[in-house]
């Protein structure tokens, strides 16, 4: 058999075994959570946001943290505008949360993924990610971040966040993500 | 003779199953007008039971598609000859047609298929050529691909490209997570087949001169890497895996080099790479991007995108002198240059009003001409003969591949069944 060949049959297994530990999960859930008034249309929960609570953190700096800063912490995307490196000064705010949640846990690593729309050529396309991670990087710098804590990569128009292809799509594919981990 | 047998024996035995929704369907979108007028007889099966491939009618399919043939409707044939001294020549000039192609086929003694035609000239009433193909078992679409280019040459006298291949990237979908798959397909869009399937996206498929190895670029392990594939033994390679961008793989035309786009200092600057030492050898070096390199067929210059002027233009690189210049001035985006095999032409992606088009530039004068329709088209590149240019392109929220003719008569979309299509790579013509 081909390395190929069981590449592939890996990936099916692995597939496999991906699908059967979502079932189990899914048959923990027993019900919905759902509004019981049909005149509540959204239930909002409060402190439980799961992008914010995934981020290990030191107390003193949780117990200092503006709800503000929480809000911008919970926040892992900037956007710019078409063929554009510049962060908005709405950005701004969202990115220096995160320069403080950096310099405040030296131990923590973040990957910056550098996204485009997919209008224009592919690898032209990478190089504007990058250069897009690469201007989130410098803001985190200038605020004291470590560079060794920082990595960026870039994916170009390769992964969209919105498949369609349209005005609104472009928007919102055109984007840094924050990647805490490892 | 040799590679023809070994190599597709050897792709059947390493690769996965094909599935049918893998196959490229080929629609015709625009005529032709001095498309050469020709009747492809069907040719007779001498086997048992039913033949396993309708040969004419894969070479008819191929002779409509390059737009410079147009086949008679096999309604109108005056008869039904397979053998050249059948042939009628003064019904098939009522009929219409200047050529004729007659043929039999049949299982050889030796094991596998033979294939016999006879390209006749109506008007002269002459064989214009005649010859007897073998075919290994799986190989009698290729022997037909293998006629369509000696009927291409015979009566135009320049090769066909009909016996190449097409590799692209397929996006699709597997159980609601993105799957990346490099795929081959033969130049018609059938035997289209996986060669790596990825969870990571894949990118930028690149043949070698010898049509042997496909340089590509993966994001396995959420970090880009270039990797060289022996199609071969399946056999991959990380010849470059460095901080940041490793991407935009060319061959040198005599497959030592590969040009690469890195970005190492933090914005995205050509190299190349010798294949022998590993070293690499800077090309640009300034603050702006630089991508997308193709090199000339003499080997003395490379073309590449760059943004160094504002947004991005093509640039030329010529080793010899060392020195860059800008070639294009026309439109508010140009990128993603291809040489043409004749090295007077580039094939680019032309941006003008939000309009994303094919477009050749003059090498010489840097004048631009659009040739596909739009309004999302890319990646661009060129039939091993020059004929042809094949590209992607967005309908609606699908991507599907297209060719175009050089002079933009031409055009066809190749759809299917599912998921995205991009990125094709066009073979170099196999060597006999």
Known sequence: ?182 | MKRFLAVPLLLLALIAPVQGSDVLRIEITEGVVGAAPIAVVPFAWEGRGQAPEAVAGIIEANLARSGRFSPLDGRQFPQQPSSPNDVNFRRWREAGVDHVLVGRYGPASGGGYEVRFHLLDVLRESQIAAYRIPAPEAGLRRAAHRVSDIVYEAILDEPGAFDTRIAYILAAQDDGRPEYRLMIADSDGYNARPILVSRQPLMSPAWSPDGRRLAYVSFEGRRSQVMVQDLGSGERERVSSRRGINGAPAWSPDGRRLALALSEGGNVDIYVMDMDSRDLRRITRDSAINTEPSWSPDGRQLAFTSDRGGPPQIYTYDFEKNEIRRLTFEGRYNARPRFSPDGETLAVVHGRDGRFTIAAVDLRGGGVRILSGGPLDESPDFSPNGAMIIHASRRGDRGELATVSVDGQVRQRLSMAEGQVREPAWSPLRSR
């Open chain 1, 1 to 182: 058999m081909s390395t190929i060949y069981r590449m592939l049959m890996a990936l099916m297994v692995a597939a496999l075994m991906v699908a059967c530990a979502t079932t189990f999960d899914d048959e923990d859930v027993t019900d919905e959570p759902r509004p019981i008034d049909e005149d509540v249309t959204r239930v909002d929960v409060i402190g439980d946001d799961p992008a914010f609570d995934a981020l290990p953190m030191d107390d003193e700096f949780r117990r200092e943290l503006t709800s503000e800063e929480r809000d911008f912490l919970a926040e892992r995307i900037v956007y710019f505008a078409f063929d554009s490196s510049t962060i908005s000064s709405e950005d701004e705010a969202v990115v220096r949360a995160h320069a403080r949640y950096l310099s405040y846990h030296p131990n923590s690593r973040v990957v910056l993924e550098g996204h485009t729309d997919e209008r224009g050529s592919r690898e032209y396309n990478i190089g504007l990610g990058e250069r897009r991670a690469q201007s989130v990087r410098r803001m985190l710098l200038a605020q004291g971040v470590s560079s060794g804590q920082i990595e960026t990569v870039s994916f170009g128009e390769e992964q969209p966040a919105d498949m369609r292809s349209n005005e609104e799509a472009w928007r919102l594919n055109r984007r840094v993500e924050f990647v805490y981990g490892e």
